[in-house]
């Protein structure tokens, strides 16, 4: 990928100015609201790989989390997060991802419940950390979570399958023991746009997501990968999405 050519506010531009939440977030969103509520799970920490310049992902997890850490290899990602964090009046409006993510679990999104939801996902935000999902160790902190996610970071690094299958086994290797994995990826595509840069997608499948998670030690009868097609992102570059989570 060439960070060089990498704009956050481009990309939350073209991607999050929707006036409600796009079709491929909403069956992210829901697939996470499923599995959490499924066994009203509880962590005491999870940490977000590669989450960009955005936090919606990490909305459904913050009334079932402890501790939040989010990572991202580059630092202009990381200082978007730091401004919504800090209530900065030039970060990006996520209150329609809010809305729509207490629409998903079932709430009424009243403005005290958005503003309900957002202050305590600031408040379980712990760490902002630097990642790199090439290395061994991504964090480099030699330690375990009981709960990792990924959402579209392996696949949109690399046009390499291969490099995508290492990238995935490393973030994998973040897991404790019983421990959860919650992911996705594009489903078939060469390359996303922002604007008219292209970025790389490693033109990832179902059965390639299940499989590295197999290999990474993943308990086979507890993978679930779901493939989703997608109309609303076509000249974007991509008609599906991949949606998989795991236990180890």
């Known amino acids: 990928m060439d960070f060089k050519k990498w704009d956050p506010g481009a990309y939350l531009r073209q991607y999050y100015k929707t006036p409600g939440v796009a079709e491929d977030e909403r069956h992210i969103l829901q697939f996470c609201v499923n599995f959490l509520k499924s066994a009203n799970y509880h962590f005491s920490e999870m940490v977000d790989i590669g989450s960009g310049p ?5 909305m459904p997890f913050a009334p079932y989390v402890d501790t939040i850490c989010v990572s991202d290899f580059l630092e202009s990602n990381l200082a978007e997060i730091k401004k919504w964090i800090a209530e900065d009046t030039s ?35 712990k760490e902002i950390l630097h990642c790199d999902i090439f290395l061994e160790d991504p964090l480099a902190l030699n330690k375990k979570f009981p709960l990792v996610t990924s959402f579209y970071c392996a696949d949109s690094a690399t046009h390499s399958k291969e490099a995508w299958f290492l990238a995935v086994q490393n973030i994998s290797s973040l897991v404790e023991p019983d ?70």
């Open 54 to 58: 955005t936090i919606h992902h990490l």
């Open 179 to 248: 421990g959860w994995i919650i992911m996705s990826a594009l489903e078939r595509a060469g390359h996303y746009k922002v604007e008219d840069r292209k970025f790389p997608s490693a033109q990832i499948i179902g059965s390639d997501v299940e499989d590295a998670l197999r290999y990474a030690g993943f308990k086979p009868d507890s993978i679930v990968v779901q493939t989703v097609p997608i109309s609303e992102w076509q000249k974007e570059g991509f008609g599906g999405i991949i949606v998989a989570r795991a236990q180890h």
């Open 91 to 125: 970060a990006h409006d996520w209150d329609p991802y809010l809305r729509g993510e207490l629409e998903i679990e079932g709430t009424r999104p009243s403005i005290e419940a958005v503003e309900e939801r957002a202050s305590l996902l600031r408040n379980r935000i």
